[in-house]
């Protein structure tokens, strides 16, 4: 430790620090505009300037390093004249606009202004002109004179996104930000550009010229999205929500959120919601109130029961739904003798379960995924699966740890790699068994499975086992994948060798909370595949769940639900399942409820509606607690949704012990297979029905039409160039998309995105497909 003297008082800081970290430590504030604790180190704006004792002039807070007994003093006259000579620099070409400016009233360089700036200008030449420029949906560069070179933007860009899409041309008054060729912004991350420009140059396009920031009531809520949970701060006027931004917590999203966390909320005020209870009467669908809606729901409930038996009821709930949700419409299945309940909709291995009352999980805290020094992510398309989690394993790889892949393609995931292994979904369970098997090898023991360990193995196993913070995890197509159960066996056995903790990284906002209270079938149950396969149910409860979007076989799970004689869809959309459902029930989404998720390590998070439902929606867990009472169950009689919550989980506080990720799956022997293989990926703004509806998110361009993306010697057969386009077929299935070359992609395998219009005709997503020129 450094001992430094900083306006009087003696503060501690590391070796290594710069008097900026001193200050934060002292609780001094040093106006600065470049320096950002997430960022690296510019020193390009100089407004941090301050008096240091025997130096010659004044130094910048944010670049000089702390020295042994150094006097600092930040607010004499020279350190306060330095700072009032860099703003009136700042302040020369800056345009006169605060009362148009989007940024007015939480500008850094308005409040900063007011303490280091004249009253006057001494300047009397022409401001500078910076043109505007379009870089797609999410942002606006339309006030681009207002930039004051801070260079945040860009090395966010660099540092945190893992992709330069921003930097800066020209010399001195020419200088400008922008992306060199006229390209958008495309990172999953980019909204939070916004956030950290200290002015007005980088802002909201949806946002836009629509609310002061001082008109806007503040209140938390966490993101329904994917298993970070990231917290978020909702900002409304006039009960709509109007901008969503982070809620700074290190353990969990740091000060980051994702786009589709903070654009999604343009979908709760579009033109699809559900306002009011429905009924398909004669094939056409009529508006009806609450009362009458629910009486025809449970008077159905109650006639099929007594036709077919409880056996023939199922419910079917999304991961994205909350614990209060999911725990309820267990309760009525359950309480109508039905164990037909499930929420993995797109999985296709249904032994692979926790034990009873236990939940899979991510094996780690989030927030030790940034320490890890040896990764190996199997199935997983990280950077848009999880985006907040790829930016943590970032930080990780670019501190030296080595990530490894286990994948049917070598996505590029914007970080230095080490060893990817690519193989066709069939054969994942076997390069797995390659990588045990030289873990065996090198501990002189024998794997669970025979395996060869080539080099590719045996270099992932020689870095899994060196180092000291590993971990295993397994992403979304490794949970949905038909060997799941023997993928994580055999993980769980290399993390046993290893001293690696292995975990999954989590589909959804809740999936470890829907383990928690049971959403799964009993015994003598139909899992959801079951459920979806065929038309052995005669009523179906759909929570948030779309099945042409969420299903594992969307043609087979649409077929399935056709034959039913009632499905009832509690949506805050009425698209979601007009084409299927009997009954449309509106119910709120996150934003107009209370709830509870719980994210990937196991943290319960709660939060309250922000604004009223619209129209004539209702919070789920009302719903379903209402139809409850009317069907007569014993039970139903909650007053708030932390009565639900508390008999959903129980004591928070024990959450922990109950996440595991043992079990007894044996590692059965890899599946043979034939002929080309589908792997699905689902689109990170297809993924839930939030994202679907948003207009911004809508236009970027990761939400293009499908691919279907086919490796080098497949493209070569069918003599396919640019701009041809494929006739992909499952079955008597089929789908006719562009084609794109994918040299990344495994032999015999074909990429082909799930979770959309475009290829909701086929069937599962780790099918055998046949592609042929269209």
Not at 267 to 278: I, K, Q
Not at 305 to 322: E, F, M, N, W
Not at 328 to 354: C, M, P, Q
Not at 625 to 637: H, S, Y
């Amino acid at each position: 430790m450094i001992e430094i003297e900083l306006d009087g008082k003696k503060v501690e800081v590391l070796e290594g620090s710069v008097i900026m970290h001193a200050a934060e430590k002292a609780g001094t504030y040093i106006p600065h505009f470049c320096y950002h604790k997430k960022l690296s180190i510019a020193a390009n704006c100089r407004m941090c300037l301050v008096d240091i004792e025997k130096a010659p002039k004044p130094m910048p807070a944010c670049a000089t390093p702390v020295t042994q007994g150094m006097i600092v003093r930040t607010k004499s006259d020279k350190a306060i004249k330095a700072q009032q000579s860099v703003m009136e620099f700042l302040l020369i070409n800056h345009p006169l606009d605060c009362p148009i400016c989007d940024q007015g009233g939480e500008c850094q360089l308005q409040d900063l202004a007011v303490g280091y700036g004249a009253s006057s200008s001494r300047y009397t030449e022409e401001k500078r002109v910076v043109f505007h420029k379009n870089v797609g949906p999410l942002i606006s560069m339309e006030e681009m004179s207002r930039c004051i070179h801070c260079t945040r933007c860009v090395r966010f860009g660099q540092e945190v996104a893992g992709v330069m899409e921003l930097g800066m041309i020209h010399r001195g008054e020419h200088s400008e930000i922008t992306t060199i060729v006229g390209e958008t912004i495309d990172s999953e991350l980019s909204g939070n550009m916004i956030d950290i420009c200290p002015v007005g140059a980088l802002t909201s396009k949806p946002f836009r010229y629509s609310a002061r920031t001082w008109e806007l009531s503040r209140r938390k809520s966490v993101s329904p999205h994917d298993g970070t949970g990231a917290n978020l701060i909702v900002q409304v006027k006039n009960n709509k929500v109007m901008r969503v931004v982070p809620l700074e917590n290190e353990d969990v999203n740091e000060c980051w959120i994702a786009d589709r966390d903070r654009f999604s909320y343009e979908a709760l005020n579009g033109d699809e919601r559900l306002t009011a209870p429905m009924l398909k009467q004669g094939g056409q669908w009529k508006t009806v109130d609450w009362t009458t809606a629910l009486e025809y729901v449970a008077r159905g409930l109650t006639q099929i029961k007594v036709d077919h038996g409880p056996a023939a009821i199922g419910a079917l709930g999304s991961a994205h739904a909350t614990v209060e949700e999911l725990h309820l419409l267990a309760k009525v299945a359950r309480g109508l003798g039905s164990e037909n309940i499930d929420h993995r909709t797109r999985h296709a291995d249904f032994a692979n379960t926790a034990a009873p009352g236990k939940a899979r999980w991510l094996g780690l805290p989030v927030a030790a995924l940034s320490g890890l020094q040896r990764v190996l992510v199997v199935g997983s398309f990280l950077r848009k699966d999880h985006p907040l989690f790829a930016q943590r394993i970032r930080q990780a790889a670019r501190k030296g740890a080595q990530v490894h892949s286990l994948h049917a393609l070598r996505d590029d995931w914007l970080m230095p790699m080490g060893t990817q292994l690519t193989a066709a979904p069939s054969a994942w369970l076997q390069s797995l068994a390659d990588v045990a098997a030289a873990v065996a090898a090198a501990k002189g023991t024998n794997a669970p499975l025979a395996g060869n360990a080539n080099a590719a193995a045996k270099a992932i196993a020689d870095s899994l086992l060196s180092g000291e913070r590993k971990a295993v995890l397994l992403g979304n197509a490794a949970a949905q994948h038909p060997q799941a159960g023997a993928l994580l066996a055999l993980a769980q056995w290399i993390g046993a060798q290893t001293g690696a903790s292995v975990g999954y990284l989590g589909e959804a906002a809740n999936t470890v909370g829907a383990q928690l209270v049971n959403a799964l079938p009993g015994s003598g149950g139909l899992n959801a595949g079951q459920m979806l396969a065929t038309a052995q149910l005669k009523a179906v409860l759909l929570l948030d769940v779309e099945p042409r979007f969420d299903a594992a076989d969307p043609s087979a799970a649409f077929a399935a639900l056709q034959g039913a004689e009632m499905v009832v869809a509690l949506s805050a959309f009425k698209n979601a399942s007009l084409d299927l459902a009997d009954v449309l029930l509106p119910i709120a989404p996150f934003t107009e409820t209370s709830g509870t998720f719980v994210n990937a390590e196991g943290r319960a998070q709660s939060f309250h509606g922000v604004v009223k439902p619209l129209g004539e929606a209702r919070p789920a867990w009302k719903v379903l607690r209402v139809l409850g009472n009317m069907l007569g169950l014993a039970g139903f009689d909650f007053e708030t949704s932390e009565d639900v919550r508390a008999q959903a989980l129980g004591d928070v506080a024990t959450i922990a012990a109950r996440l595991d990720n043992g079990g007894s799956v044996a590692v059965s022997a890899p599946a043979a297979a034939s002929g080309l293989q589908r792997i699905a990926d689902v689109p990170i703004y297809s993924a839930d029905p939030l994202v679907r509806r948003a207009p911004s998110l809508q236009q970027t361009a990761d939400a293009r039409a499908p691919q279907a993306s086919l490796p080098q010697a497949l493209w070569s057969r069918l003599g396919l160039a640019t701009g041809d386009r494929v006739r992909v077929a499952q079955g008597a299935q089929q789908a006719v998309l562009p084609a794109r070359l994918d040299e990344s992609l495994a032999a015999d395998t074909v990429r082909v995105p799930a979770g959309h219009a475009d290829t909701a005709t086929l069937g599962a997503m780790f099918g055998a497909v046949t592609v042929e020129k269209a």
